[in-house]
């Protein structure tokens, strides 16, 4: 009897120690770099999105900084600021010298959306006539370029 119940002992912490080293082998790369006002970049915070990059070996440093500072940060923002926002933002890759990413964000409502982003390229706002009145002030403030290039692609 003491065996089997050693046995069964050793048998369930090998089942969850298993568990755990493949949880942590498999996990995206979370980047906690994100702030919803536009400001300098600092760890999430409540009512910001999580940020993930998946798989995360296959974005450099570099990237992760420009997809976040020019992708990233504006979506989460501008999402935010039309009243749909975030809880989290997925940017998947697939493989290591790929040009574009699938950038997947999920909202409080539970809706979700999609697009394509080149990994050198800044997100732009869609903007549905000359004025871009459906761009929020704050958001033009805080990225006056990604502004004017949405003004741009409407004429």
Same mark, same amino acid.
């Given at each position: ?57 296959? !974005? ?8 976040? /500072?020019?992708? +990233?940060?504006?979506?989460? @923002? #501008? ?48 903007? !549905? ?8 002030? /704050?958001?033009? +403030?805080?990225?006056?370029? @990604? #502004? ?8």
């Amino acid at each position: 009897m003491k065996h089997l119940l050693v046995t069964t002992l050793a048998l369930l912490i090998g089942i969850f120690v298993g568990i755990g080293i493949s949880y942590t082998v498999e996990k995206p790369e979370v980047t906690p770099l994100l702030r919803t006002d536009g400001g300098p970049e600092t760890a999430v915070g409540p009512g910001e999105a999580v940020v993930v990059f998946a798989p995360g070996g296959l !974005f450099s440093l570099q990237e992760k900084e420009y997809l976040t /500072k020019n992708v +990233t940060q504006p979506v989460v @923002l #501008y999402y935010h600021l039309i009243g749909s926002p975030l809880v989290s933002l997925m940017v998947e890759k697939s493989s290591a010298n790929a040009r574009e990413v699938s950038v997947t964000g999920i909202q409080q409502n539970s809706a979700y959306s999609s697009f394509t982003q080149s990994t050198n390229q800044a997100w732009v706002p869609e903007c !549905f006539n000359q004025t871009c009145g459906n761009i929020p002030d /704050k958001f033009r +403030t805080l990225y006056p370029a @990604l #502004y004017q290039e949405a003004s741009r692609r409407v004429r």
